[in-house]
């Protein structure tokens, strides 16, 4: 009972906060861009928090507990990249561009309100699919925790956040996502190290685990052995790896729900500051996760299916008070990026897309982005009810579609002159198409394909020729290369040596995380392991 009451307090705390925010909501800017004027702590809370979601904390974590610790590790250390390369050679020229949405600046740096409707498609589609992940593993927790049917958890997780959001607009989402980013740091770090405090210590659930005969290797690199291996074989479970993880970092550099977040930044030295920090931030929680994960193992190895692992050890291991901390701060990670996604498909369908059905006229009135806002998350809600339980399937599908699609077009878009408008509008239709019916198929319909053709290979190898063949006998946009010009002057205040010497700090602070990670690991995982006697 203390679980349901904390999860509808949670609820209705945060709808609190989107309703006080959407007060000082005045103009387009305000409700789309938070009228370009918040600070690094607010931009790192909702770059994390949008990136964190029940994908992380079910699905991935899921993964973890199934076997793959060492795997997911590998590819989050890949794939946490993306904020600083992102920041440095796409976040920081989508600022200067002044832009209210990512399809906004393709549009105006190509000169093609065709291309700003496409690239909004993508977006309606691609976190729409996203979006339902998010919300299924939501309705999923809400169910066990209240007792109730999941149809009823799902109007309950759909009207809160898409409430909150319809309100609240990106202020309340950007002040809703920063307390959310505190609330399941708590629970990952303190819930996590509790666990493996409960199975012994480091050294001891080290021990435990590797003498776990339900799960063979599960600490190896390459993850689970034997007849329940789903990754294939080592080598293929570290291409996997290293894939994902460059495909990740490609998303996190690009993706419309973490590079948007650059756009409502107070200057281009907040979009330096919190791109370290969030880099930092993920992957020090990521060890938590990932070994914690793995530990619950201990506690029992037969909790089905493995997307709640963590919710079990919560009700079942861990201190009610610590228990409810770690329930709130998966309910919050959910609805951060459920709020975060809900606004982009929202803001794209009305700002991008619906002028192309309106003969060309705009609306810039927040009415009827609301009204765009409440259409579209009516048809999320019957797509969620409809769609089949896969919260990390359909999350990392999602994903890839826009490492595809977008990733050529949106580094080309600011490092050459010679992409034209119908070669970024071909690039990132065929990138996107190639992955949704590859990706599809692969994890909805059995196709089974060599890891050499992977879909998002294929998506990518794809954008980059729909941009070589569109390109052919076309000449780029002579606005779009002075707008892509205007793009490479910093901004004066941004040069002043003080600003500079905060975020040089900001830079080595993170690689002092990153450090204490490295030695993290050292002690808790690899010393105790490879002091291990080797069997056989």
Not at 265 to 272: D, F, I, P, S
Not at 296 to 302: H, K, M, R, S, V
Not at 473 to 500: C, H, I, N, T, W
């Amino acid at each position: 009972m203390i679980f349901a009451v904390a999860v509808i307090a949670s609820f209705v705390i945060y709808l609190a906060i989107g309703l006080v925010a959407g007060r000082y909501v005045r103009n387009q800017a305000d409700y789309y861009v938070a009228g370009r004027n918040a600070p690094t702590l607010l931009i790192t809370g909702s770059l994390v928090a949008s990136f964190l979601s029940t994908v992380a904390f079910m699905g991935e974590l899921g993964f973890s507990y199934d076997g793959y610790p060492i795997l997911l590790l590998i590819l989050v250390a890949i794939n946490v990249t993306g904020y600083v390369l992102g920041v440095l050679f796409f976040g920081r020229y989508l600022r200067r561009s002044e832009a209210l949405t990512v399809p906004e600046f393709f549009g105006r740096r190509f000169g093609s309100r065709r291309l700003q409707a496409v690239a909004g498609i993508t977006v309606i589609v691609g976190i729409g699919a996203y979006l339902i992940a998010v919300t299924q593993g939501l309705s999923l927790v809400i169910s066990d925790l209240l007792g109730v049917d999941f149809l009823l958890a799902l109007l309950l997780v759909w009207a809160g956040y898409t409430i909150f959001t319809f309100f609240s607009g990106s202020p309340g989402v950007l002040l809703t996502d920063t307390v959310m980013f505190f609330v399941f740091m708590v629970a990952g770090v303190v819930g996590m190290s509790y666990l493996i405090g409960a199975a012994g210590g480091p050294a001891e659930a080290v021990s435990g685990l590797a003498q776990l005969e339900a799960k063979p290797d599960v600490l190896a690199w390459h993850g689970l052995s034997g007849e329940n291996a789903y990754m294939g074989t080592p080598a293929e479970a570290l291409v996997w790896a290293v894939l994902l993880g460059v495909v990740w970092a490609t998303i996190v550099a690009i993706s419309p729900w973490q590079s948007s977040r650059y756009l409502m930044a107070k200057n281009e030295h907040v979009c330096l500051r919190s791109g370290f920090v969030a880099m930092g931030a993920v992957i020090f929680l990521y060890v938590f996760l990932a070994l914690g994960g793995a530990a619950i193992n201990l506690f029992d190895p037969e909790i089905s299916p493995s997307e709640i692992a963590f919710i079990w050890a919560a009700r079942n291991v861990l201190p009610v008070g610590l228990g409810v901390v770690i329930v709130t701060g998966i309910v919050a990670a959910g609805l951060s990026s459920a709020s975060t996604f809900l606004s982009l498909i929202g803001f794209s369908a009305a700002h991008d897309v619906a002028p192309g059905l309106l003969g060309g006229r705009e609306d810039t009135s927040v009415r009827f982005s609301r009204l765009v806002m409440l259409v579209a998350g009516l048809v999320v809600l019957g797509a969620t009810y409809l769609a089949p339980p896969a919260v990390l399937a359909i999350g990392y599908f999602a994903a890839t579609l826009f490492a595809a699609s977008w990733g050529p077009v949106a580094i080309m878009s600011i490092y050459s002159e010679r992409i034209t408008a119908r070669g970024a509008t071909c690039g990132m239709v065929a990138g996107f198409v190639t992955v949704f019916a590859l990706q599809g198929l692969s994890e909805f319909a059995g196709l089974s394909l060599p890891i050499w053709a992977h879909p998002v290979i294929l998506g990518f190898a794809a954008g980059l020729a729909g941009i070589l063949l569109g390109n052919l006998g076309q000449q780029p946009y002579a606005g779009g290369l002075e707008f892509r010009k205007s793009l490479m002057a910093v901004p004066a205040a941004d040069l002043e040596p003080g600003r500079l010497a905060v975020t040089l700090r900001f830079a080595a602070a993170t690689a002092a995380v990153c450090l204490l990670v490295i030695v993290v690991l050292a002690l808790v995982y690899y010393m105790p392991f490879a002091a291990m006697p080797v069997s056989g």
